[in-house]
C-alpha cells in the first residue's frame, strides 16, 4: 500500500498563486508515477498533471500547461504543484494519486492509491 496525504488548499483570488503538496509513504516502489486530478461539484475528477518519479518527466493538461508546475523531491519523498494565475475555475476538490506504472496516466483508472483530497476555491 502507498499512503498519500496532500497539504496547502485554501482560498485564494483570481489571479494569486497557491502551491499543493503530497507526501508519500509506505510501499512507495509502487508509485512509479504520480498525479494530482482534480473535481469539481457535479463534474467527474480529471487530469490536472502528472510526473514520472525516477525521470521527473511531466504531464500537463492543456488547462494546466503554462500555469501550473510540478515537481518533486526524491529525498523528502513529496511532489508539488505550483499553481499561478488561478481562476474561479480552477475552484475543485484537488487530488494527489500514484500508480505503479509508467507513461502518460491521464485516466483515474490508471492510478490505484489517492489521498483524501484538498480543496482549492478560487474567488472572482
Known amino acids: 500500500q502507498v499512503q498519500l496525504v496532500e497539504f496547502g488548499g485554501g482560498l485564494v483570488q483570481a489571479g494569486d498563486s497557491l502551491k499543493l503538496s503530497c507526501a508519500r509513504s509506505?510501499?512507495?516502489?509502487?508509485?512509479?508515477?504520480m498525479g494530482w486530478f482534480r473535481q469539481a461539484p457535479g463534474k467527474e475528477r480529471e487530469f490536472v498533471a502528472q510526473?514520472?518519479?525516477?525521470?521527473?518527466?511531466?504531464y500537463y493538461a492543456d488547462f494546466a500547461e503554462g500555469r501550473f508546475t510540478l515537481y518533486r523531491d526524491k529525498a523528502k519523498n513529496t511532489q508539488t504543484l505550483e499553481m499561478n494565475n488561478l481562476k474561479p475555475e480552477d475552484t475543485a476538490v484537488y487530488y494527489c494519486?500514484?500508480?505503479?506504472?509508467?507513461?502518460?496516466?491521464?485516466?483515474?483508472?490508471?492510478?490505484?492509491?489517492w489521498g483524501q483530497g484538498t480543496q482549492v476555491t478560487v474567488s472572482s
Open positions: 510526473i514520472t518519479w525516477s525521470s521527473g518527466t511531466t
Open positions: 494519486a500514484a500508480a505503479p506504472r509508467l507513461g502518460r496516466l491521464v485516466s483515474p483508472d490508471n492510478y490505484d492509491y
Open positions: 509506505g510501499r512507495i516502489d509502487a508509485a512509479a508515477s
